[in-house]
């Protein structure tokens, strides 16, 4: 079975950089063709797609987050990890990071709650 861990401060200051990890036990991130994804949860809103990291270490990012999200991963600790810039209080939300296989996301970290606040 497939564990994700999401770490990272909870508290952010605005214009700042929020910076998470997952650490993947029971998987390799660098499985051939699966994918790494973050996703986020505002308070009161639905599920955001955040980005995507490959097994390849390729990337996609939300259009809508593209400016301000870089993704990378540290191979010999099977973590990947997030980088979302300028953060204002709207990125205040309850951050999940997964996986993606070809059939869809079958594993979910329990989530971290992030706030942005000065």
């Known amino acids: 079975q497939v564990q994700l861990q999401e770490s990272g401060p909870g508290l952010v200051k605005p214009s700042q950089t929020l910076s998470l990890s997952c650490t993947v036990v029971?998987?390799?991130?660098?499985?051939?063709?699966?994918?790494w994804t973050w996703i986020r949860q505002p308070p009161g809103k639905g599920l955001e797609w955040v980005g995507i990291i490959r097994y390849d270490g390729s990337t996609t990012y939300s259009p809508s987050l593209k400016s301000r999200t870089s993704m990378s991963r540290d191979t010999s600790k099977n973590q990947f990890s997030l980088q979302l810039n300028s953060v204002t209080p709207e990125d205040t939300a309850v951050y999940y990071c997964?996986?993606?296989?070809?059939?869809?996301?079958?594993?979910w970290g329990q989530g971290t709650q992030v706030t942005v606040s000065s």
């Open positions: 029971g998987g390799s991130i660098t499985t051939a063709y699966d994918s």
């Open positions: 997964g996986r993606l296989r070809s059939w869809g996301y079958d594993y």
